[in-house]
Nanobody, 123 residues
């Protein structure tokens, strides 16, 4: 089992920045690919970003490329999502998740999920 706890969400004006964190406990963190997803009201949960076991490779959905950066610190069992140039379309509940599949991008490929953290962006 892996337990995931997100933090860092909040309210920000358009153009602002937030840094989300996801702390993991349980099984060895470095064994897992980590991902970030988001879900806006009335919409399906969507993939945002994923990072490989050692942090050497990452992938982003097109809508956040150049604005969001995923990173991880295996010594701290934590994955981060730095979000810059936020716009109202980025507002959602953000979830981190853990997968045993390399650069997994679909919900079904992730085995463990956090409870989510709310991001609100005002125009």
């Amino acid at each position: 089992q892996v337990q995931l706890v997100e933090s860092g969400g909040g309210s920000v004006q358009a153009g602002g920045s937030l840094r989300l964190s996801c702390a993991a406990s349980g099984r060895r963190f470095s064994n897992y690919v980590m991902g970030w997803f988001r879900q806006a009201p009335g919409k399906e949960r969507e993939f945002v970003s994923t990072i490989s076991w050692n942090g050497g490779t990452s992938y982003y959905v097109d809508s956040v490329k150049g604005r969001f950066t995923i990173s991880r610190d295996n010594a701290k069992n934590t994955v981060y999502l730095q979000m810059n140039s936020l716009n109202p379309e980025d507002a959602a509940v953000y979830y981190c998740a853990a997968s045993s599949k390399y650069l997994a991008r679909s919900i079904s490929e992730y085995d463990y999920w956090g409870q989510g953290t709310q991001v609100t962006v005002s125009s």
